[in-house]
């Protein structure tokens, strides 16, 4: 049983159904409470979830107005007019250490990213990661693929997966929640429903949004707050409609630090989106409209502004008794760190993976709660990252922000680059569905502007560069080869709508 509708519940609906096809049924109540829609950018491991559900990119991406990402654009966060990228592609190797290892002593020009990936040369020239015979570009035989993520609409995705679900059996019903029943054990027996009356079940799934109205308020599980290490607490967002043909269709998402927090923008196919994410401290909900307005231009003249408050944070718990919460129910944390759709799917394989037989099984919700909350640990750690190397001080918004609280995890990475003992990999080792390898924070920490500044690991102090200088210019060949025969975004999908 799914509480909640929207781009949650409708992940989670479809997926489960696909999972699990003879083994259970799903019904979907979609009420008032369900979490807003926005515009997603997601991390290059969401090709698995609509791999997993038989989706065709050429299908479901014009229906939901879905473009290509293959890196974040940090724009402004060491200087003005200076930029960086964090590809989702994987780091070359050089002598046995990745090419970040080296590239502050052997690096052949001043962009680490452009030096050390492909992908970023293929940003900076708008091209899609697909060639117009739909075949992805492989780069040398060790490297792979060119990975990409998604852009999209998510209020169209949710109805494009609720079609998909209610045709593989899901049953879909409206209504507000007023109230969930407990039994003699604490354990949720019925949703009472307007218009539906009671409803049971034996699983029942929490997509309901910051309000958490199953985990949260009927079982009570406490929140754990980001607050202290994260500055921002409000959201404003714009849908601007735009030629995209003329504006073009970057192939990345787009993170631009402003005097009180960060704008992110991101394109579709026929318009694009742009929120600001800020401190109420330090910039009235007016002030920062008009600060968006203006990064946005003369197109969003008559677009209505959407302002949302921002809970950092988790439940202490994601499942407890017979209730998983998934998406802002389960927690939260600004896109900085791959959020959204993409932790939403993270949490679906990792809820797949210890889906519970006839009886109820203690070990299987506690290996997913250590995985699902380590990876919110994760992405608040990451996220935290991008204030405390910033180089930009010009406001107080920023000199106050590398004063705040640093999470125990990110202070032993931060020590470990600045001092090289090891490199500064994460603790535990993640798991790669959100992406956020060693790889992501040296990409923070080179692009940022050197506040934290990095010594080269011993062993690779005492190697010959020349294997290194070789590596970088196979990256920069390979880029101008790369870039030279892959269409721009707007091309490739204009073939598809041919």
């Known amino acids: 049983m799914i509480a909640g509708g ?61 473009t290509y990402t293959m890196a974040v654009r940090f724009q ?19 002598g046995g250490f990745p090419l970040t290892e080296w590239w502050p002593r052997s690096g052949p020009s001043g962009r680490f990213d452009r030096d050390c990936f492909v992908a970023a040369s293929l940003c900076d020239a708008g091209k899609s990661p697909r ?44 209504g507000e929640l007023r109230d969930v029943r407990l039994d003699e054990h604490g354990r949720i027996d019925r949703l009472v429903t307007a218009g539906h009356g009671e409803i049971t079940g034996d699983l029942f799934v929490d997509c309901t949004g910051f309000p958490g109205l199953l985990l949260g308020r009927a079982l009570g599980v406490p929140r754990l707050s980001y607050e202290d290490a994260l500055p921002n607490d409000s959201v404003v967002s714009l849908e601007v409609p735009a030629d995209m043909r003329v504006r073009g269709i970057a192939p990345y ?46 197109e969003a ?34 896109p900085l760190a791959p959020t959204g759709a993409s932790s939403v799917h993270h949490a679906l394989e990792e809820l797949v993976a210890h889906f519970p037989g006839h009886g109820s ?32 001080e010009d406001t107080q918004y920023w000199r106050d ?10 202070a032993r990475r931060i020590a470990s680059w600045t001092g090289r003992r090891q490199a500064p990999a994460a603790e535990p080792p993640m798991a790669s569905p959100r992406g956020l390898t060693t790889e992501a924070y040296a990409c923070v920490l080179l692009g940022t502007g050197g506040r934290f500044p990095s010594r080269l690991l011993p062993a690779a102090a005492g190697l010959d560069d020349e294997v290194a200088r070789k590596e970088f210019a196979a990256v920069r060949d390979e880029a101008r080869s790369l870039a030279d025969g892959l269409p721009t975004q707007w091309e490739y999908f204009s073939r598809l709508a041919a």
Not at 17 to 26: L, Q
Not at 79 to 92: A, I, L, N, S
Not at 265 to 285: A, K
Not at 377 to 385: C, G, K, T
Request: net charge neutral; aromatic share 10%; glycine share 8%.
């Open 131 to 174: 060639r117009l015979d739909d075949s992805v570009p492989s780069g040398r035989q060790d490297t792979g693929e060119i990975p990409y993520g998604y852009h999209f609409d998510a209020a169209r995705l949710a109805g494009y997966l609720a079609g998909l679900a209610v045709r593989l059996g899901v049953r879909r019903i409206s």
């Open 301 to 334: 003249a008559g677009a209505q502004a959407r302002h949302e408050g921002l809970r950092p944070g988790r439940s202490r718990q994601a499942w407890k008794h017979n209730c998983v919460a998934l998406g802002a129910a389960a927690g939260s944390v600004e």
């Open 401 to 410: 922000a590398k004063t705040r609280s640093l999470p125990a995890a990110l």
């Open 6 to 66: 929207g781009i949650t519940g409708w992940m989670a609906a479809a997926y489960l159904r696909v999972a699990f096809p003879e083994r259970i049924s799903v019904t979907l109540l979609e009420n008032s409470s369900e979490e807003q829609c926005g515009d997603e950018s997601t991390s290059a491991g969401m090709r698995r979830f609509f791999d997993f559900l038989g989706l065709r990119e050429e299908e479901w991406m014009p229906a939901c107005g879905a």
């Open 361 to 392: 099984d203690p070990r299987l919700q506690d290996a997913f709660n250590t995985s699902v909350a380590r990876a919110a640990d994760e992405a608040r750690d990451f996220a935290a990252l991008h204030y405390q190397a910033a180089a930009r």
């Open 76 to 94: 402004d966060w060491n200087r003005p007019g200076q930029h960086f990228y964090h590809p989702f592609e994987e780091v070359r190797s050089a």
């Open 253 to 298: 998402t787009s993170a631009t630090a402003v005097g009180a927090g960060w704008i992110r923008t991101v394109p579709l196919l026929d318009r694009f989106g742009i929120q600001y994410v800020h401190s109420r401290e330090y910039c009235s909900p007016e002030e920062a409209e008009q600060v968006l307005r203006r990064a946005a231009g003369p």
